[in-house]
């Protein structure tokens, strides 16, 4: 049987992705609303991340092949499309909160935000006597990560595309890199809360969790032997990529948590999505991840992350702080959901149309998601 894992010129929509997405955000969410002590909500960003650069790759090594080129004022351009019409609304309900509750607001609390410099401001920027008044602006720090990442991971993908082995060397590269600058954080300046939130937040420390995604849509499609994805779909490979998973969730020492579990956390997903997407004998988990109710998660994963949080800070403000009392979720919940889905159908959708006339994959009839360009194979038995 030929089996490739060769990307190819059209559009080909994966709903287990979203669903993956879908089960990161409700990962995130759940966390936030106060079950933080069980649910590992800094998992479901690094999934996000992770999600994040296989897509993107994906569309790029596309691009390449239909065109021979990125046009990268079309792929910035999409991105601004893609993330400012939601993040403006969440900016202007959050000025306006701060307004009416007599908080002060900093104008770099905006001007991080709308600028993606967040994750450094919360730490070196804010004053600590306004901290509180700029909560709402803080959930957009992974933002400015992925943002940061983008700004140079098309010129990168331009510059040695067609030197597969290269790009992808530079990749790990990078990726060892991240690592090694966290051990040296938490070896030179200690495990305290400053080089924790540093390890946590900062791009330079994170930005692996986006390079693995990237790495394996790489591996993926220039594998013409399929070697790699065979090795994924070994249920010897699964479990112990899922037993790596669940050790970096289980083993609580400060140090591995704050350097090498980002690491394994990378190696295992980078095991598991490949296996999962296009594996026949984990077929009923892709169709578990592919259910319409996860999918639709999925789809609205971007503005439930801006505004369940918008919901969280304003539960905290009128209600209190103590998180799964009955007034607090009744609070903050309905709102999150509410704004959610006035972002997604108000603003998302509408954009989404504009970006498909600057190339983007995005399909704009009633009630389809966005398209993804995956690989191809078939799957594996």
Known sequence: MNL????????????????????????????????GKWIPGGFGVTLFFFISGFLITRLLIAEHYKTQQIDLKGFYLRRVLRLYPALLMMVILAIGF?????????????????????????????????????RMFNITWSLAIEEHFYLFFPLLFIALY??????????FLGIIGALAWRIQLITTE???????????????????????????????????SERF??????????????????????????????????????????????????????????????????VLIGKFSYSL???????????????????????????????????????YYGVEKPTARLRKRFGSTVETAPGLPEAHLSTKPTALR
């Open 98 to 134: 701060s307004l009416s509750t007599g908080c002060g607001l900093q104008p770099g609390d905006i001007l991080s935000t709308l600028f993606y410099y967040r994750n450094y401001y919360m730490l070196y920027g804010v004053d600590a006597s306004a901290f509180a008044c700029g």
């Open 229 to 294: 994805l065979r090795l994924t779909i070994s249920p010897v490979t699964l479990t112990i990529a899922v037993g790596m998973l669940l050790f970096t969730l289980l083993y609580r020492d400060d140090f591995f948590r704050e350097t090498w579990r980002y690491s394994i956390q990378g190696v295992a997903l980078s095991l598991i999505l490949p296996a999962i997407l296009y594996g026949k004998t984990y077929m009923s988990v892709k169709n578990w991840l592919s259910q319409p109710k996860l």
């Open 305 to 343: 992350y801006l505004f369940h949080w918008v919901g969280v800070v304003v539960a905290e403000r009128l209600v209190g702080g103590e998180r799964l009392t009955a007034t607090w979720l009744l609070t903050a919940v309905p709102l999150g959901l509410v704004l959610s889905v006035i972002s």
């Open 4 to 35: 490739t894992t060769n990307a190819l010129a059209g559009k080909s929509y994966v709903p287990a992705l979203d669903g993956f997405r879908g089960l990161a955000i409700l990962i995130v969410v759940v966390s936030h609303y106060g079950f």
């Open 190 to 224: 200690g495990l305290n809360e400053i080089t924790m939130f540093k390890t946590y937040h900062f791009t330079e420390t994170r930005l692996d969790a986006i390079m693995y995604g990237c790495l394996v849509s790489l591996i993926l499609h220039h594998d013409r």
């Open 162 to 171: 067609r030197w597969p082995k290269v790009l992808g060397s530079v990749m």
